[in-house]
């Protein structure tokens, strides 16, 4: 008996110590806690970091970890690793998850320079079930997305962002992002807006943009118009902090155009589109252009002679450096020329028949609504707007030399010890090439663009290339939603510069692979014609050369970074028979056979939209071309497609209907106005002039873009194609 009791006794001082043993071998097994799994919160971790976890995780936090790896991997620059985790994701994905990923995959397609997936995925989203985070991400990626071709809903991102962000320099930043943003907009489409009755932020900025445009020509003005604005919009974020590049733009020293040089190769093959660029520069410059802005002026004011001078058409000055003139020697004025009185019935169009919509005399005057001003009901098409020409000075004095007289650098030290303090030119490649290669105190506006463009802070660069209304064209086409475009081109060199400037821009608004086709001569498209063998809507892929600096490096986008991918995506090929849409750059006897060619293979109801360059819009063409041309798009400059009716009429006439100098005319005014808003060009990047040549905007290194007007062949007319909002 004594024994069991000592037993039990001992069984019963065990039993704690059995306990313990137990929880302190549980203690030394068991696994820390993993951290908690926050897809909506803010990102604080590597990609390394968050594949560890995923690695270690066995649960249903694994496919938390691997989205936020996801992410990490996106904002590092590693995008070929994100897709493949992106891959591998699971099917079963909880609503949260589900959100998550449709804004992961918008900004892998950001990441990838792929715009056209992004936008999609952003838009099924649910945005009233994200995080604030969420929400940031969410704007930034759709500003992101959109940066080419700015529209409403990107202002409305840019506005809806604004609170998130953090701190004052991140705001700061958005702000300008948002009016850069603004000023990218076409004013005739900023003009048409429609938006709701309690955007009040949204409308404080469009009444802004409107200021801006009814006073960037005078200081003053737009300082008492922002001033006056800020009192109205008190509670608008630029109210208190104005954008940066309107603040430039009230504060700006303006360039000197007391004295101009010219410098043009006014001999030699180049003389003939020399002079009708000089012929537009003094016409602006004298003021002769002031009679023939309004289409509402009589004939007989029309015929009055202006106290401004011009030189008399078909007639040549004096050229500096010529036998005539000396190089130092000064520009006399020209005696003045009566402008022909001008029959506002008359017909000057491409095709040289009525075309009331083009013609029409209230086509010509500005829109009533102030710039800036929205619509409470959806707008009409817009008429086509006037456009803006610097103010005449007929006090400038313009010096020309004759760059196949001396080389380029020597002109400008003449030039500069002559008192210009402004160049316009030179206009040859060539010689562009070397004046950027020359350092010289005087702003320069070259009237052509060099092959390796070169970021100078005195140099702008204007041209009227094939390039630029490639690039205009493809945006144009992606405008109206089309995906898969068939280049037809000369099968020349002058086709493939064409073809690598529409096939970059259109992968650069996130289009897939573009597609050429060439042509040879008229006679070879007789042949075909002949063989009934038609156009076949297959082409080979366009090769394009990978961007400058893009491998590694980042993109920055309304103030903000994003990565840029490790290489250069390539872009999926167009599948043959999914062609959508054709681009022609083609004269207009060429258009006459090519377009029948392509109704021979894919019949009178194909869906293809069919566009054309300038080349084809020619004078000459009678209603048996205008007919057989139905439906077809084609772009040139605002002065050739009816957006100042009697200049037109005066352009054309005096170069005898030769549309390529009437071009080029153009581009000689719109040059005078350029260069009396050089600093503006110069020094804000965005800067927008409605012009003759188009729409003109400074890009990256002040190369002027041009937005082109767009008409279209419709049973037997030609009609303006309505502003597409892109």
Same mark, same amino acid.
């Given at each position: 008996?004594?024994?069991?009791?000592?037993?039990?006794?001992?069984?019963?001082?065990?039993?704690?110590?059995?306990?313990?043993?137990?929880?302190?071998?549980?203690?030394?097994?068991?696994?820390?806690?993993?951290?908690?799994?926050?897809?909506?919160?803010?990102?604080?971790?590597?990609?390394?970091?968050?594949?560890? *976890?995923?690695?270690?995780?066995?649960?249903?936090?694994?496919?938390?970890?691997?989205?936020?790896?996801?992410?990490?991997?996106?904002?590092?620059?590693?995008?070929?690793?994100?897709?493949?985790?992106?891959?591998?994701?699971?099917?079963?994905?909880?609503?949260?998850?589900?959100?998550?990923?449709?804004?992961?995959?918008?900004?892998?397609?950001?990441?990838?320079?792929?715009?056209?997936?992004?936008?999609?995925?952003?838009?099924?989203?649910?945005?009233?079930?994200?995080?604030?985070?969420?929400?940031?991400?969410?704007?930034?990626?759709?500003?992101?997305?959109?940066?080419?071709?700015?529209?409403?809903?990107?202002?409305?991102?840019?506005?809806?962002?604004?609170?998130?962000?953090?701190?004052?320099?991140?705001?700061?930043?958005?702000?300008?992002?948002?009016?850069?943003?603004?000023?990218?907009?076409?004013?005739?489409?900023?003009?048409?807006?429609?938006?709701?009755?309690?955007?009040?932020?949204?409308?404080?900025?469009?009444?802004?943009?409107?200021?801006?445009?009814?006073?960037?020509?005078?200081?003053?003005?737009?300082?008492?118009?922002?001033?006056?604005?800020?009192?109205?919009?008190?509670?608008?974020?630029?109210?208190?902090?104005?954008?940066?590049?309107?603040?430039?733009? !009230?504060?700006?020293?303006?360039?000197?155009?007391?004295?101009?040089?010219?410098?043009?190769?006014?001999?030699?093959?180049?003389?003939?589109?020399?002079?009708?660029?000089?012929?537009?520069?003094?016409?602006?410059?004298?003021?002769?252009?002031?009679?023939?802005?309004?289409?509402?002026?009589?004939?007989?004011?029309?015929?009055?002679?202006?106290?401004?001078?011009?030189?008399?058409?078909?007639?040549?000055?004096?050229?500096?450096?010529?036998?005539? +003139?000396?190089?130092?020697?000064?520009?006399?004025?020209?005696?003045?020329?009566?402008?022909?009185?001008?029959?506002?019935?008359?017909?000057?169009?491409?095709?040289?028949?009525?075309?009331?919509?083009?013609?029409?005399?209230?086509?010509?005057?500005?829109?009533?609504?102030?710039?800036?001003?929205?619509?409470?009901?959806?707008?009409?098409?817009?008429?086509?707007?006037?456009?803006?020409?610097?103010?005449?000075?007929?006090?400038?004095?313009?010096?020309?030399?004759?760059?196949?007289? +001396?080389?380029?650098?020597?002109?400008?030290?003449?030039?500069?010890?002559?008192?210009?303090?402004?160049?316009?030119?030179?206009?040859?490649?060539?010689?562009?090439?070397?004046?950027?290669?020359?350092?010289?105190?005087?702003?320069?506006?070259?009237?052509?663009?060099?092959?390796?463009?070169?970021?100078?802070?005195?140099?702008?660069?204007?041209?009227?290339?094939?390039?630029?209304?490639?690039?205009?064209?493809?945006?144009?086409?992606?405008?109206?939603?089309?995906?898969?475009?068939?280049?037809?081109?000369?099968?020349?060199?002058?086709?493939?510069?064409?073809?690598?400037?529409?096939?970059?821009?259109?992968?650069?608004?996130?289009?897939?692979?573009?597609?050429?086709?060439?042509?040879?001569?008229?006679?070879?498209?007789?042949?075909?014609?002949?063989?009934?063998?038609?156009?076949? !809507?297959?082409?080979?892929?366009?090769?394009?050369?990978?961007?400058?600096?893009?491998?590694?490096?980042?993109?920055?986008?309304?103030? !903000?970074?994003?990565?840029?991918?490790?290489?250069?995506?390539?872009?999926?090929?167009?599948?043959?028979?999914?062609?959508?849409?054709?681009?022609?750059?083609?004269?207009?006897?060429?258009?006459?056979?090519?377009?029948? +060619?392509?109704? +021979?293979?894919?019949?009178?109801?194909?869906?293809?939209?069919?566009?054309?360059?300038?080349?084809?819009? *020619?004078?000459?063409?009678?209603?048996?071309?205008?007919?057989?041309?139905?439906?077809?798009?084609?772009?040139?400059?605002?002065?050739?497609?009816?957006?100042?009716?009697?200049? !037109?009429?005066?352009?054309?006439?005096?170069?005898?209907?030769?549309?390529?100098?009437?071009?080029?005319?153009?581009?000689?005014?719109?040059?005078?106005?350029?260069?009396?808003?050089?600093?503006?060009?110069?020094?804000?990047?965005?800067?927008?002039?409605?012009?003759?040549?188009?729409?003109?905007?400074?890009?990256?290194?002040?190369?002027?873009?041009?937005?082109?007007?767009?008409?279209?062949?419709?049973?037997?007319?030609?009609?303006?194609?309505? *502003?597409?909002?892109?």
């Amino acid at each position: 008996m004594l024994l069991s009791k000592v037993n039990r006794r001992k069984a019963g001082r065990f039993v704690p110590v059995v306990l313990a043993g137990l929880i302190l071998a549980a203690c030394t097994t068991q696994q820390p806690p993993a951290p908690a799994v926050d897809v909506q919160g803010a990102e604080t971790g590597t990609s390394a970091y968050y594949l560890q *976890q995923m690695q270690q995780s066995r649960d249903d936090s694994k496919t938390g970890w691997q989205l936020l790896a996801i992410r990490a991997l996106i904002n590092e620059g590693k995008a070929p690793d994100a897709a493949k985790l992106l891959q591998t994701l699971p099917d079963n994905l909880t609503a949260v998850q589900k959100q998550e990923l449709s804004l992961l995959k918008a900004q892998y397609a950001v990441s990838v320079h792929n715009a056209a997936d992004a936008v999609p995925s952003l838009k099924a989203i649910d945005l009233s079930s994200l995080s604030a985070d969420q929400k940031g991400r969410y704007y930034r990626t759709y500003i992101a997305a959109t940066a080419a071709q700015p529209t409403l809903d990107t202002l409305r991102a840019f506005i809806a962002l604004q609170p998130l962000l953090p701190s004052a320099d991140e705001q700061q930043k958005n702000i300008n992002a948002t009016w850069q943003a603004l000023r990218a907009i076409p004013q005739p489409q900023a003009n048409n807006f429609v938006i709701n009755a309690n955007e009040n932020i949204l409308q404080g900025w469009l009444d802004l943009l409107g200021v801006y445009y009814r006073s960037n020509n005078n200081q003053d003005a737009l300082k008492a118009g922002v001033k006056d604005w800020q009192i109205r919009y008190p509670d608008n974020p630029a109210s208190k902090r104005l954008p940066a590049g309107l603040l430039q733009s !009230m504060n700006m020293t303006a360039a000197s155009t007391n004295t101009i040089a010219l410098l043009l190769p006014l001999s030699g093959p180049a003389a003939i589109f020399s002079q009708a660029i000089e012929q537009g520069f003094e016409d602006a410059r004298n003021g002769v252009l002031a009679q023939a802005s309004s289409p509402q002026t009589s004939a007989a004011s029309a015929g009055q002679a202006s106290s401004a001078t011009a030189a008399p058409s078909g007639t040549s000055a004096p050229v500096v450096g010529s036998a005539d +003139m000396p190089i130092s020697a000064t520009r006399p004025a020209a005696a003045a020329a009566p402008a022909a009185p001008v029959s506002q019935n008359a017909v000057v169009s491409p095709s040289a028949a009525s075309v009331t919509s083009l013609t029409d005399p209230a086509a010509g005057n500005p829109s009533a609504a102030s710039a800036g001003q929205v619509n409470a009901t959806p707008a009409t098409p817009a008429t086509p707007a006037l456009p803006a020409t610097a103010p005449a000075n007929s006090q400038a004095q313009i010096r020309v030399y004759d760059t196949n007289t +001396m080389p380029v650098d020597q002109l400008l030290q003449q030039a500069q010890s002559d008192g210009a303090t402004l160049v316009v030119g030179p206009l040859l490649k060539e010689n562009v090439q070397q004046v950027a290669n020359t350092s010289t105190p005087l702003n320069i506006l070259a009237l052509n663009e060099p092959d390796g463009l070169q970021n100078h802070a005195n140099m702008c660069y204007f041209a009227l290339s094939p390039e630029d209304e490639a690039r205009d064209a493809a945006r144009h086409i992606r405008a109206q939603n089309k995906q898969m475009p068939l280049l037809l081109i000369p099968a020349n060199s002058y086709g493939q510069r064409v073809a690598n400037a529409f096939a970059q821009e259109w992968q650069k608004l996130g289009g897939s692979q573009v597609e050429e086709q060439t042509f040879g001569s008229i006679a070879d498209l007789k042949a075909r014609i002949n063989s009934n063998s038609g156009i076949a !809507m297959t082409g080979t892929p366009v090769t394009v050369q990978p961007a400058n600096n893009t491998a590694g490096s980042a993109v920055s986008v309304a103030g !903000m970074t994003f990565n840029a991918p490790q290489t250069a995506p390539e872009a999926p090929a167009a599948a043959s028979g999914n062609i959508d849409s054709v681009y022609i750059v083609a004269s207009q006897g060429e258009l006459a056979l090519i377009k029948p +060619m392509i109704t +021979m293979r894919t019949g009178s109801r194909s869906n293809i939209a069919l566009y054309a360059s300038s080349r084809s819009s *020619q004078s000459g063409a009678g209603p048996d071309f205008r007919l057989e041309m139905d439906g077809l798009q084609f772009s040139d400059i605002p002065l050739l497609s009816g957006a100042n009716p009697a200049l !037109m009429q005066q352009a054309v006439k005096k170069f005898n209907n030769d549309y390529s100098l009437a071009r080029l005319y153009a581009m000689g005014v719109d040059a005078w106005t350029l260069a009396n808003h050089f600093s503006q060009l110069r020094n804000s990047t965005g800067y927008q002039i409605d012009g003759n040549t188009g729409i003109l905007s400074a890009g990256s290194n002040c190369v002027i873009d041009r937005t082109l007007s767009w008409n279209q062949y419709s049973q037997g007319e030609i009609v303006p194609v309505p *502003q597409t909002a892109h």
